[in-house]
């Protein structure tokens, strides 16, 4: 069902409320878990989706946290994901943004970031108008794979290049996500990946959108993308992305996390298949039985080590306490510590739980020096530029 029909009908809001509700649930629960499930996450959409106003959207976020704190806001564009065209235009939501922005009460309290879609007409204007902005730029550059496209597309070349030179933050989607490309039959575009020539739809499950979103998702397209020899193939001239300041989102994903954590407790015979490959080969399997290959979480790890500006964040993924024990264990890590970032997915996560209980959760398993570092320190090294600086 479509949100705008929703957001239209105050009856239609009513009966999905008391169906996705407590009560409701509990009772869809006696016949069915998965469909209880279900529910909890539409009750979840419901409580922010059928919002009027970005600003009222806004306005409700900031009521769950003390007037000292910041929010980075991650525009979407959702034209050309195959699921219709949006109830409004991309660019007018930006300009709405970008009014808020300009008020008094959010100008030095909100950081919005720009979308970047290749396949959008003049993209790489569009993206210097809104970080260039002479009265209230934006700060970064979004990118969300998972609508339909590989982060290495050569049209986005000159917004890296950019990106590059006055050190611009760009952060991307990377877990297994509700948003992706809805054409049944898209994956016929990508018969093989672009760059590693590996089959994109090695089962036929592969096919559904809901798992083809993994291609592009994916974090070795960012080895792809970060590898001066492999992206300069790819392009057919010298090119080097090596220095791009990148936050891979949700660090993969709490399912990524938990097969992270069955491989590295299992003998190294277990996952033979596995390690025969080192971490960011580009060769070895992507897709498939986790038994041979890499979780996203191993991988991502090795990006931050190996290229100097990458970065990941928590969005969503913090949500399951199973993660933990493994993220106390990176922020102890010289190299890792630095590069973690706090982030919440609002308001998708609501889709499992409320804002409330993440910082609660957050509080309970880190520690005060742990919340500094990965929610003020490491955030404002990530996205204070050289066309933004921030000062706070």
Not at 379 to 390: D, E, Y
Request: hydrophobic letters at 35%; glycine letters at 4%; proline letters at 6%.
């Amino acid at each position: 069902m479509r949100i705008s029909k929703i957001k239209k009908s105050k009856f239609l809001q009513w009966v999905l409320k008391l169906l996705t509700g407590n009560f409701g649930r509990s009772i869809i629960g006696l016949f069915s878990k998965k469909a209880a499930r279900q529910l909890r996450r539409l009750n979840g959409l419901l409580k922010y989706s059928t919002e009027k106003t970005q600003l009222d959207l806004i306005e409700n976020l900031d009521r769950y946290y003390q007037e000292n704190y910041r929010y980075v806001f991650l525009s979407m564009d959702m034209q050309y994901m195959g699921a219709g065209n949006p109830s409004e235009d991309f660019l007018v939501q930006l300009e709405k943004l970008k009014t808020i922005k300009q008020e008094p009460k959010w100008r030095d309290k909100i950081f919005p970031f720009v979308f970047a879609d290749p396949r959008r007409e003049n993209i790489t204007a569009v993206v210097k108008e809104y970080l260039t902005d002479s009265a209230v730029p934006f700060q970064g550059i979004k990118l969300y794979p998972a609508v339909g496209y590989f982060p290495f597309d050569k049209r986005l070349k000159d917004i890296y290049q950019f990106a590059i030179e006055h050190d611009v933050p760009l952060l991307t989607h990377c877990i297994l996500g509700d948003v992706y490309q809805r054409d049944e039959n898209y994956y016929e575009l990508f018969p093989v990946h672009p760059i590693s020539k590996q089959s994109t739809t090695p089962e036929e499950s592969y096919k559904k959108p809901e798992n083809f979103q993994l291609n592009f998702t994916h974090p070795l397209n960012f080895e792809c993308l970060l590898n001066p020899d492999i992206i300069s193939n790819f392009y057919g001239e010298p090119t080097d992305f090596s220095k791009l300041k990148i936050c891979i989102g949700h660090f993969g994903g709490e399912d990524e996390w938990a097969i992270y954590k069955t491989q590295q407790s299992a003998s190294s015979t277990t996952y033979k298949d596995v390690y025969q490959f080192e971490p960011l080969d580009i060769h070895q399997p992507w897709l498939g039985d986790s038994s041979k290959r890499y979780n996203w979480l191993t991988i991502i790890k090795e990006l931050i080590r190996k290229y100097p500006n990458v970065y990941a964040d928590i969005s969503f993924t913090l949500h399951d306490k199973r993660i933990y024990p493994i993220l106390k264990s990176m922020l102890k890590d010289r190299t890792l510590r630095n590069k973690i970032l706090y982030g919440t997915d609002f308001y998708v996560v609501a889709t499992v739980t409320d804002e409330p209980e993440l910082i609660t959760m957050m509080k309970k398993y880190l520690s005060k020096a742990e919340i500094t570092l990965i929610s003020y320190d490491n955030p404002l090294k990530f996205l204070s530029s050289n066309l933004n600086p921030i000062k706070l």
